[in-house]
């Protein structure tokens, strides 16, 4: 059973993540634990007390840049697939996450299809 | 020989300082021509003799000795005029060398050693003083004038050996001939060589002893850095001819401007002098360029100003004038005036040469300026679309996601059954992208500088109430308080719809950021110019890190919670709406404490009274000024709506919805409305679609008073006329009291019917009459006003294309006139009414009727359907004058 961690500050989008994924067709993904922080600091707790498998990464939290907690995780020996799921698609802003060491990119707004797709493909 | 050429030379100098003084009158020039002269005369003498191997009369020989025993005594005299000698010096040496002189020719001859010691121990002495005076000047010199004056002290102290020599040759030898007396006349002829060379000098001679000195001086200006400023060269000109002709003053002055004063562009003095102060209103003209010295009388501005007596003036071309001023005379100042001068052309290149390269360098920063803000601008414009970017994608994210999740869900035949909340998360998105998006086009209109503002004078109490008022339900859920306090008088000058975003933008924010149960306070302060709008909440505050941030585009702070539900435009355009209004915004903060958003707007030239304050007693029960119905979902609104046309002398009924308008409309049949635009069901546009088509209603005149800025839309519709929230009451009230035609008692109701043609006047009367109506007509629009003042008319009809004065200036004839404004006038139009016309009088006039064959039809076709027709039949004001008053 996979752990997906889902770092986000707005509360619709958290809405949305946990109704795509409860409703996946791969069951994987169907099945997959969806633990929630609303902060960074939220979500290196979790990862302090939880093993994840993944984590889905929004760029602009409260406090801080999400891309800081990707390249905390960079150091870390069993590192979960960190998949950045971002509104700034432009490229610098891509080039940046793409440096922070992020494994894949959804760029917002995206389809509930692509987002099963991704995550089914660094759970399995 | 040797005595004949030394002759000549000494005749050579002789002359040519002659010829100096009576050319130019130059004092030097006469003192070195007396200096020559007993020179001279011993010359003469020894010629003449040697020609005629006799000796001279006893007088001549005697003469010529008296003479040039004088002759170190002129040489004194010369120097002391190129520097100070000291009187008592001056006086011994007279009376020793006139002592001298005597005690000669009253002695035996031949002299006797005693007598020859004295004369050539004085000669000696004046020389040798006079020689140290040349000496003296010639420190102060540089170039040929100092090796001038180094030759003229060589051939000074020359003149004593000479004598020395034949002196002693005669007192030794008398008689004999020995080699002292060829000696002596050979240092006398290099005397007068060095004389010569010294006042005549050739021309080669001159340039080759100034040449080291012009190398220099030109050298020394050449040092000059390449970036140096025009006043450093002209500084380092005055300088340098300072150093190199010893002049006491230097003084460089630009070209009198119109009211003769000088500028000065740099000058120098040494100890001794002064340089003059501002202003310089000197006559140059006075002072002619001879390229002379000119003595300066003692109460000449320039004399007093500096302390000196003599002035040359040198004309630069393309600066100005160098003034050089002396207290005393100098030798040989041609070589120094010429050099000057060309120092002067030479400062003129560079000055030339600096200004271009400083317009260079000025053009390069700007140029440099110019490509940083640039860079700046097309930064800040990268910025904001990536902001953008962002955050239209946000609410985009929930508007896909959650519609693909929909798709997504097992469809029913054409159905699908999804989650409600999902419904409500795409469509609380879709509002949120429309709000972002309207923020953003209004951000790009004051931009483009293209921001329109219809400025009015707007009550604040009635602006912030309104704005209160919609925002009710949010503080209701937080349970927020909120204070007022609004003095009734105070007014801004603003744009209605723009002053409710100001408002609404910073009251949403002190509502978003302020904790349940927490306070808002809105406070006015009226001030001579500025009336200050303070909006202050008990909120969590801004760091004062973070306060000029909050201005800027997409600068959210704070919690997730708080941040989403806002565009991160707001304060932006707030800014930039008060900006445009000629205001400012300030904020005063600290985290924990709360937030205090000061705007100021331009105060509204004449503050209007409140509402309330107008509102007559009883005047519930006064039915004379008219029914207005007021269509609004927002009871608050419809309140203060109410209260001001009670207030002013209208009966008003309320409607809270489209619905329930139109079936208030057909009951009660009211003189105006007053239609809301947003509400639930039927909006605005539906209801006044509706009244329009219902041939019942659709005379009834219809104001929008509403938050949408759709102007054109409403009049396009058929409105009257178009007010955005807060609406400007005084406006409205002249716009009602236009439109709405009071009641009218039968018996005094009475028409003025001004038309050109015989024909539609007769036809209108005699319908009018008939019907019991006073009428009165005339055919041109002078004789209109005219009529129109001496009596108050209820209704005037009137053609709008007459000769002279044509309906449009009868209708601002009459709007003008205090008397007549507010009377309601029905207008005959040409049957092809421009579009251009018909909006020029949208407003001015309660009804058209095409003026064609069948005019007078039309005109009672419209009595008969409008309310005017109503009114006429309809009496119920018994004292219509008392109430006429009010309207004004």
Redesign the interface.
């Known amino acids: 059973m996979g752990r997906v961690l889902l770092v986000e500050?707005?509360?619709?989008?958290r809405?949305?993540v946990r109704?795509?994924i409860s409703?996946a067709e791969p069951p994987a993904v169907r099945n997959a634990d969806l633990l929630e922080a609303?902060?960074l600091a939220a979500a290196r707790d979790t990862l302090a007390a939880e093993a994840v498998d993944l984590i889905l990464l929004d760029v602009?939290?409260?406090d801080g840049n999400g891309l800081e907690l990707a390249a905390e995780l960079t150091e870390v020996p069993a590192r979960p697939t960190v998949i950045a799921l971002t509104?700034?698609?432009?490229p610098h802003?891509r080039a940046a996450a793409m440096a922070a060491g992020c494994d894949a990119f959804l760029?917002?707004?995206?389809?509930?299809?692509d987002l099963v797709t991704m995550i089914a493909s660094h759970l399995s | 020989m040797v005595t004949l050429i030394t002759g000549v030379l000494i005749a050579a100098v002789f002359l040519r300082a002659l010829g100096g003084f009576l050319r130019h009158r130059d004092p030097v020039q006469r003192d070195i021509a007396l200096i020559f002269l007993p020179t001279l005369a011993v010359y003469a003498n020894a010629a003449v003799r040697e020609l005629t191997h006799r000796p001279l009369p006893v007088a001549a020989s005697a003469t010529a000795t008296a003479l040039l025993l004088i002759q170190p005594y002129l040489t004194l005299r010369l120097t002391a005029r190129l520097g100070r000698v000291p009187r008592w010096l001056d006086v011994g040496l007279l009376v020793l060398l006139l002592g001298s002189i005597a005690a000669v020719t009253a002695a035996p001859r031949p002299l006797s050693t005693g007598y020859l010691v004295l004369v050539t121990a004085t000669f000696t002495v004046t020389e040798a003083i006079a020689g140290w005076m040349l000496l003296r000047a010639a420190g102060r010199r540089s170039g040929a004038a100092r090796v001038r004056l180094r030759l003229a002290a060589a051939a000074t102290y020359v003149f004593p050996v000479m004598l020395l020599l034949l002196v002693t040759a005669a007192a030794r030898y008398p008689g004999e001939r020995v080699w002292l007396q060829p000696a002596g006349r050979l240092v006398g002829l290099a005397g007068a060589l060095l004389y010569l060379l010294a006042f005549v000098p050739p021309g080669w001679m001159r340039r080759m002893m100034s040449a080291t000195v012009w190398y220099e001086a030109t050298e020394d200006l050449q040092r000059l850095p390449a970036d140096v400023s025009t006043g450093q060269i002209w500084r380092r000109f005055v300088h340098v001819v300072h150093d190199t002709t010893g002049t006491d003053v230097v003084l460089l002055l630009g070209e009198a401007d119109a009211g003769g004063r000088l500028e000065r562009i740099a000058a120098v003095c040494r100890s001794g002098t002064r340089l003059p102060h501002a202003p310089l209103e000197f006559d140059l003209a006075g002072l002619a360029a001879t390229r002379q010295p000119v003595p300066l009388r003692a109460d000449h501005p320039l004399a007093q100003a500096t302390g000196a007596r003599l002035a040359t003036v040198l004309r630069i071309e393309g600066v100005g004038t160098a003034l050089l001023l002396d207290r005393y005379r100098a030798l040989f100042s041609i070589d120094d005036l010429r050099l000057t001068g060309v120092l002067g052309t030479q400062a003129r290149v560079l000055a030339e040469r600096g200004a271009v390269l400083a317009e260079q360098r000025d053009l390069a920063a700007r140029l440099a300026d110019s490509v940083a803000a640039l860079t700046h601008a097309s930064q800040a414009k990268s910025d904001f679309?990536?902001g953008m970017?962002?955050?239209l994608?946000?609410p985009?994210?929930?508007?896909?996601?959650?519609s693909?999740?929909m798709r997504?869900e097992p469809a029913e035949d054409d159905r699908r059954s999804v989650?409600a909340?999902?419904v409500d998360?795409i469509h609380n998105?879709g509002r949120h992208l429309l709000g972002l998006i309207n923020d953003i086009l209004d951000l790009a209109k004051v931009e483009a500088g293209r921001l329109e503002l219809g400025l009015e004078s707007i009550s604040l109490d009635t602006a912030v109430g309104e704005v209160i008022t919609t925002l009710r339900p949010l503080t209701d859920r937080k349970g927020l308080q909120v204070y007022l306090d609004v003095p009734p008088t105070a007014a801004v000058r603003a744009d209605p719809l723009r002053l409710r975003q100001i408002l609404d933008n910073l009251l949403s924010n002190a509502i978003k950021f302020t904790p349940d149960g927490g306070l808002i306070a809105v406070t006015v302060t009226p001030e001579a110019e500025e009336v200050s709008i303070t909006v202050a909440d008990s909120g969590i505050g801004i760091a004062p890190e973070d306060q000029e941030r909050v201005f800027e585009e997409f600068q959210q702070l704070?919690?997730?919670?708080q941040?989403?539900a806002g565009t991160g435009l707001g304060l932006a355009l707030t800014r930039r709406l008060v900006e445009a209004h000629g205001g400012t915004i300030g904020l005063a903060s600290a985290p924990g404490e709360g937030s205090r958003f000061t705007v100021r707007l331009p105060v509204a030239d004449a503050p209007q009274a409140a509402p309330g304050g107008e509102a007559a007693p009883g005047a519930d029960s006064s039915p004379g000024r008219g029914r207005v119905l007021i269509i609004d979902d927002d009871a608050r609104a419809a309140e203060l709506l109410e209260a001001y046309l009670t207030g002013a002398g209208y009966q008003v009924r309320t409607a809270s919805s489209g619905e329930a308008g139109l079936t208030e409309a057909g009951a009660w049949r009211p003189d105006a409305i007053l239609l809301d635009v947003i509400m639930p069901g039927l909006d605005g546009w539906d209801v006044i679609r509706r009244l329009k088509r219902d041939e019942a209603l659709s005379t009834i005149p219809v104001f929008f008073a509403t938050i949408v800025d759709d102007r054109r839309a409403g009049l396009a519709l058929g409105a009257t006329d178009f007010f955005v929230k807060p609406v400007d009451h005084d406006a409205l009230l002249a716009q009602l009291a236009r439109h709405v035609v009071p009641a009218l008692s039968q018996e005094q109701a009475s028409v003025l019917v001004v038309d050109r043609d015989d024909h539609t006047r007769a036809v209108v009367e005699r319908q009018l009459s008939e019907a019991g109506i006073i009428v009165v007509t005339c055919d041109d629009g002078p004789e209109g006003l005219r009529l129109s003042r001496d009596r108050r008319f209820d209704l005037i009809i009137c053609d709008l294309q007459m000769p002279d004065v044509d309906g449009f200036a009868l209708l601002s004839g009459l709007d003008g006139e205090p008397s007549t404004r507010g009377i309601p006038v029905l207008a005959l139009t040409a049957p092809d009414l421009s579009a251009a016309d018909r909006r020029r009088l949208t407003g001015k006039v309660i009804g058209t009727v095409p003026r064609n064959s069948a005019a007078a039809d039309g005109v009672r076709e419209w009595i008969d359907l409008a309310a005017v027709a109503n009114s006429l039949t309809d009496a119920r004001d018994p004292h219509p004058d008392s109430t006429r008053e009010e309207v004004e």
């Not at chain 1, 500050?9 to 989008?13: A, G, S, T």
């Not at chain 2, 704070?558 to 919670?561: E, L, Q, S």
């Open positions: 500050d707005e509360e619709l989008n809405v949305l109704a795509i409703r609303g902060s602009n939290l409260p509104a700034s698609v432009l802003e760029d917002k707004p995206y389809a509930a299809a | 679309l990536a970017s962002h955050e994608r946000t985009l994210n929930a508007i896909i996601g959650f693909d999740l997504a989650p909340e999902w998360h998105s704070g919690p997730a919670a941040r989403k």
